[in-house]
């Protein structure tokens, strides 16, 4: 679609243009902190054990072309897709019967599972949750029909640890500043203007959801008092630290909000409730200074989405004692558990009515067709009608070609595309068992754009597919009978566009390394 | 002083606390762009070819124990100094004078000095000067008088690429920050506190310095019109980048002002002044895009300040082409050459009346006099009384143990320290001439104290001595007859703590490499 309007961009540079482009890159990331630790592949530990250095995050050097149309419509349908979420969320009876369901093949999912149980016969203590979720989506263009225009289609939808908004932001701020200082040349059509690109408060709204809940908390709950803090949950080490600062620099800068980071593992050495406090704070002691004790408002999850770090029973221990805190989840182990992909490929599985079930009381059903035309086919491995028609396609070589098998668990990775599927079902064996731990999803095939990625000091260039995320945040009460409304705070709160190689044998940008990019919106 | 009432300053520190206050230094410096390029000794150009890494410039990780009272002056006289060395550099005829005496055992002035007589003999173009100051202040009690409060004395005075300006408020903010987030451990009693660290403007103070300078300039001089700019002339490569980038990032955020960086050797290949424009705009063709050239209202001079800059008559030749523009200099020849060592030697010669002759139409007694208590005695090495009796301390082994020598020239480093100088006198040989490209100063040895430096990712502490530096902005218009007031801008434009390692013997803090710091004032 857009390579094919404009197989000019972006625009071929001289040494002198690019390396003007290049240094501009490198010197305002580093002046505006959009900055990762390099990996030890890049700096061993031996030059730099004390992991001192920074180097700028990946980035592409150019906003990616991107339609209008579909960004817009992203941005407009997120708190639909908030709303949704908060409202499966809520909805326990409705999780537990998904959930029972594949329990039995997916040990994280029962694991999470029996934590919700757990609190829920001591009783809950915290009505309220936030959300900070991220929609993402790929642009599609039917290739059998060329007259259409093109649409999004919704890869995933994350409610835990959404990440790379505390950059997503800068490089957004970073493509503007290339543009301002005239670091791009110029172009016939002038593509690269101020209005196709467009402003990102990834870093203010997602903060400010943050924030909206530490002030939801209310008064702390602890005698006598302690000051309040939100606590970031983080792995360790963590090179995308930068992301996360950005988000704890703006709580504290505009809304003099004190965070602390906590490593999950460490979680039960740090944070206690005392057994005398039927309210259940959540306190908090720094190692730095075990003398002074916070009461936690916010646990913000930036780590715990893994199954990997889930590494003992102590692990599973911290998560139910986090889980049965006062503090505000951000996400609640049932907001967690509805953003697995069994449930994304419940509520899209063709014909199903989940969706007007969920939003018909207070979403137009306009808006929740819009919502609707956003999901690619999904389809389980299972006995159902739609599960026998999945498995057909997932076992013959001829048919898998268009799709993807993907896990249901969290956490990214270990997808399988097109013609790999039918040896990996064959891989385990008959039982089915194993297959309803994967869904099956129509590949969404978006038309391969260029750009340079600037990774690790080196710059390549080459064929790119780009991945748009909208950022959501939803503060919403859960339990049965609430009073006042259910959803409190509703917002779309900035977007992502990761950008990545587009696999392929030819070399250029890496294929599945991406780099954080900006829309250079474009009217097709 | 500070030293001996706070003997547990810094606090001692377990690991933990240690490690907490570490990795928040480290992390929120790179979030921040408190950053430079790493040198080559720390990351070889084998790891970094593209030099893409960047490290938390060297900072120290505690605020500095300052006299509240020595850092409320030095910023009270501020605008009294800029005062005073702009009616310098508007003074031909008594700079004339001075530099005269020394061109013949300095060559560089002696070259400054054609500059100007070239420009003047064709007519100077642009009457506005800007001057972006730092006077360099140390505390020093007399040792001889336990009783006296402490005082400050002025090391020297820079005219031309007053640096680090664009690092010293984010030091400031880092100390503060790190105070917010309770790094710092309670102490007793509570020195580090908000009161205790006053805020430093320095980089939206000096950016707006720029900025109201390209605004005096007026309309564009070119027919037909071009676009606006500053120039920042810079050396490269340049590892302190980061402090300039602040700088041209301020002045795009805050007064939409567009800056280039061009490298002094370059100069004459990317700017031109076309003949035939008798107001001789000074025409910037960006290399990346020559199609497109810019007027340039502001030369800021963060270059050519050292004579080894000067490699050929070509420097020379850029030198002068950019005196003869109709940019407003940043500085000027005349002020370039009014911050010499030999003018503060002769401002602060004992019993001098020059200050008074340039101040005392516009300031009072009072202020001069506060101007004059901050002079450390210097003395010429020539034929006139005082130079004979400097002489005969800097030959005398027994004298000179409580004195610096200095060479006139600008640009730091070389300076021959007590005992070492009657041997270096002594290798001059017997000619006088060589004796006269030097002063004599009275050393200020302040008292030290103790800090920890964080450099290239390592962590020393020791005894420290650290340098106020007052940043100043003035603009004024020189020649003799000018309409309205002289100057026409004057402001006081935040401060540096530079902090350095105790020249000794014991190790600790590198002697002779500087940290940024700032101040944590006491009443002393």
Chains 1, 2 share one sequence.
């Not at 957004?172 to 101020?194: D, E, F, R, V």
């Not at 029973?313 to 951000?330: F, G, P, Q, T, V």
């Not at 896990?407 to 013609?419: C, D, K, S, T, V």
Request: hydrophobic letters at 40%; one cysteine or more.
């Amino acid at each position: 679609m857009a390579a094919s309007i404009y197989p000019d961009y972006p625009p071929e540079l001289t040494s002198t243009q690019s390396e003007y482009l290049l240094s501009n890159v490198k010197d305002w990331s580093i002046l505006n902190g959009l900055a990762v630790r390099p990996s030890l592949s890049f700096v061993s530990e031996e030059v730099d054990s004390s992991r001192s250095l920074a180097v700028t995050a990946p980035v592409t050097i150019f906003p990616s072309l991107f339609p209008r149309r579909c960004f817009e419509e992203a941005r407009a349908i997120q708190t639909a897709y908030n709303e949704l979420y908060a409202l499966v969320a809520r909805d326990e009876e409705w999780l537990r019967n998904i959930v029972e369901e594949i329990v039995e093949v997916d040990d994280f999912i029962a694991h999470l599972w029996d934590v919700h149980l757990a609190v829920k016969k001591e009783g809950y203590v915290q009505s309220l949750s936030l959300g900070i979720f991220r929609s993402d989506y790929m642009v599609h263009k039917d290739p059998s029909q060329p007259d259409t225009k093109p649409e999004i289609r919704q890869v995933e939808f994350n409610t835990i640890a959404s990440s790379f908004g505390g950059l997503a932001a800068k490089v957004s701020g970073l493509h503007s500043h290339l543009l301002s200082i005239t670091a791009y040349p110029p172009m016939n059509p002038a593509l690269i203007t101020k209005s196709s690109l467009p402003a990102n408060s990834s870093i203010a709204s997602i903060s400010q959801g943050l924030a909206v809940a530490h002030k939801a908390y209310g008064p702390p709950k602890s005698h006598p008092s302690l000051p309040l803090c939100i606590l970031f949950v983080v792995q360790d080490p963590e090179n995308n630290v930068f992301d996360q600062h950005a988000l704890a620099s703006a709580l504290l800068s505009n809304h003099n909000i004190l965070t602390f980071r906590l490593p999950f593992p460490v979680t039960l050495a740090h944070t206690h409730i005392s057994s005398g406090q039927p309210s259940r704070p959540l306190i908090y002691k720094p190692p730095h200074s075990p003398s002074t004790a916070y009461e936690v408002t916010t646990l913000y999850f930036r780590a715990g989405y893994a199954p990997t770090e889930y590494t003992s029973s102590k692990s599973w221990e911290a998560r139910l004692h986090l889980e049965r805190s006062a503090a505000i989840k951000c996400p609640s182990i049932l907001t967690h558990l509805a953003g697995s992909k069994k449930i994304q490929q419940i509520l899209a599985t063709p014909s199903s009515l989940h969706l007007d079930r969920f939003l018909s009381s207070t979403i137009s059903a306009d808006l929740i067709s819009r919502v609707r035309a956003t999901f690619a086919a999904i389809y389980p491995l299972d006995d159902s009608k739609a599960g026998k028609y999945a498995i057909g396609i997932a076992t013959d070589v001829g048919k898998a070609r268009g799709y993807v098998l993907k896990p249901q668990r969290e956490g990214g990775g270990n997808n399988i595309y097109g013609l790999k599927i039918p040896p990996f079902i064959k891989s385990l064996g008959d039982e089915s068992k194993k297959y309803r731990s994967h869904i099956l999803m129509e590949l969404i095939e978006p038309p391969a754009l260029r750009n340079s990625v600037y990774r690790n000091g080196e710059v390549t260039q080459g064929e790119v597919i780009g991945e748009l995320g909208v950022y959501g945040v939803c503060l919403w009460q859960h339990g049965e009978e609430v009073a006042g409304p259910k959803i409190l705070e509703n917002w779309e709160a900035g977007y992502l566009l990761r950008t990545k190689g587009k696999d392929s044998e030819e070399g250029g940008v890496a294929a599945g390394f991406g780099a954080v990019d900006s829309v250079c919106l474009i009217d097709v």
